[in-house]
C-alpha cells in the first residue's frame, strides 16, 4: 500500500529490484464477499488478472493486465443494482474467467466468462448456477471442466461445490 493505491510488484524469485505492475484502488469496497482474493494469473504469466476501478466512486470491476507491455484493460462492468465483480480466478487454458458478482452485500453469485488467447472478451459473462448463496473464492479444476466453489450462508462456514462450466451436471 502507497498512498490511496495498492500497488502490485514484481521481484524475481532469485532477487533483484522490485518492478511495480499495476496501481488498483486502495478504498475498494469492503466486507465477506470482497474478501481476497483480488489476483489472477493467466497459465503462461503474461497476463494479471485484478479488481480495480477507473476512479473513485465507481464500482469495482475486472481489469486485465500486459505484464509484458503494463497495458491495463477493463474486462468487467457490474451491472445496476449489483456493486462489485471480485474473486477472478483464470483457467487452466487462459480462455475463461471466473468470478463473483456481487449482487447485494448478501448476495454474491459465481460467473464464467470467455476470453480470448489476449484476454479480450469473447461473449458475456453468464452466471452459474449454485444452490446455495454466498458463493467466494472460485478455482478451476485442473482440467478445467469445473469450478469449486465456497457457497453458503457464512455465518455457519459455507460449503465447497463442484460446479460444470458447461451446465450438463448438476453442482454438487
Known sequence: ERGDKDEVLLISAIGGPERRLVQTAHDLPWGPSLN?????????????????????????????LSVATGEKRRLTTPPAPALADTNPAVSPDGRALAFVRVISTSNPQLYVLPLSEDYRLTGAARR?????????NPVWTADGREIVCSA?????????????????EKPV
Not at 453458503?152 to 450438463?168: E, K
Open 128 to 136: 452459474l448456477d449454485v444452490p446455495q448463496p454466498w458463493v467466494v
Open 152 to 168: 453458503g450462508p457464512p455465518w455457519i462456514g459455507g460449503m465447497l461445490w463442484r460446479v460444470s462450466v458447461s451446465d450438463s
Open 36 to 64: 481476497p482474493p483480488y489476483l489472477s494469473w493467466s497459465p503462461d504469466s503474461k497476463y494479471l488478472v485484478t479488481v480495480d476501478r477507473a476512479s473513485p466512486g465507481e464500482l469495482p470491476g475486472l481489469f486485465v
